[in-house]
């Protein structure tokens, strides 16, 4: 089976809803600050991998002058579709592309981005030498990873304390993790110094959501979501309750009908000599 047989992707309905609620709680703050971290001197070619519906594809458009090539891949379709849809800019070019298994020819870009992806790959080590191969010498790779859970307070009520005592009966709850499963320094610094990387750092970056009516974010994460899917078959007599529990910890941790929460993510940079 090919590694992009087995990867993780948003496809339709869940394509949708992961741009509509997901993309302004989680996305745009990190995405405005990975385009902020950009010297564009020199570069005259960039590379976006897991690009998902373009929400730091924008940012990264504003950010590089108009000469410099962007080039925005994904492994759905259905979500290149989205990002296609909503970004009116014709200096990008949109393609459907395996991170583990990347068409470009080596030595093709100046920067490598990818925001919130790498964590999904099956083949994790193989992404990493892919993006090293594609970077010129002296190219850079920028990544974001999703922090643990319990840095996460959102997530850590979400998945920690709502989601996974209800499965407690099963030997292996690793799928809930996923997203989070790349938190550790020395583990993103040993697949970086695999890949073929120098200069490696690895630095926890926090920053707060926009407000975003506390409706969305039930929807985005558990009534719209494939975990509110996975409870739903689990035990459906558990979902309303879940939801009303969810609805009533986040106004009372977060405050409001319009609550703002903390992140956390680990930005990972390396240089290909």
């Not at 997901?22 to 590379?47: C, H, M, Q, W």
């Not at 193989?126 to 993006?131: A, H, K, L, Y």
């Not at 010129?136 to 922090?147: R, S």
């Not at 009534?223 to 459906?236: A, F, P, V």
């Amino acid at each position: 089976m090919q590694p992009s047989e087995k990867a993780f992707k948003f496809t339709g309905d869940d394509a949708e809803n992961y741009d509509k609620y997901l993309g302004p709680i989680l996305f745009e703050p990190y995405g405005r600050y990975l385009a902020s971290k950009i010297d564009a001197t020199n570069i005259s070619s960039v590379l976006e991998i897991a690009c998902g519906t373009g929400r730091v594809t924008r940012q990264l458009r504003k950010a590089l002058p108009a000469s410099v090539k962007l080039v925005a891949t994904d492994l759905s379709s259905d979500m290149l579709a989205i990002a296609e849809r909503e970004i009116d800019n014709a200096g990008i070019e949109f393609r459907t592309e395996d991170a583990q298994n990347l068409s470009f020819a080596g030595n093709s870009f100046d920067l490598v981005i990818c925001q919130f992806g790498m964590m999904f790959l099956p083949d994790k080590a193989r992404g990493f030498s892919e993006v090293c191969r594609v970077l010129k010498p002296g190219g850079k790779f920028l990544c974001f990873t999703w922090d643990d859970t319990l840095n996460i307070p959102l997530y850590k009520l979400l998945v920690n304390e709502l989601l996974l005592p209800h499965f407690a009966d099963e030997n292996d709850t690793s799928r809930f993790f996923t997203p989070f499963a790349m938190h550790d320094p020395s583990e993103l610094e040993t697949y970086m110094e695999n890949a073929g990387f120098t200069a490696i750092k690895v630095k926890r970056v926090a920053l707060r959501s926009g407000p975003h009516k506390k409706a969305g974010i039930i929807d985005a994460m558990l009534r719209k979501h494939r975990l509110g899917r996975e409870l739903m078959e689990k035990n459906e007599h558990a979902f309303e309750p879940a939801i009303k529990k969810f609805d009533e910890e986040i106004s009372k941790r977060f405050g409001g009908d319009e609550p703002t929460v903390d992140l956390s993510a680990l930005l990972t940079t390396g240089v290909k000599p």
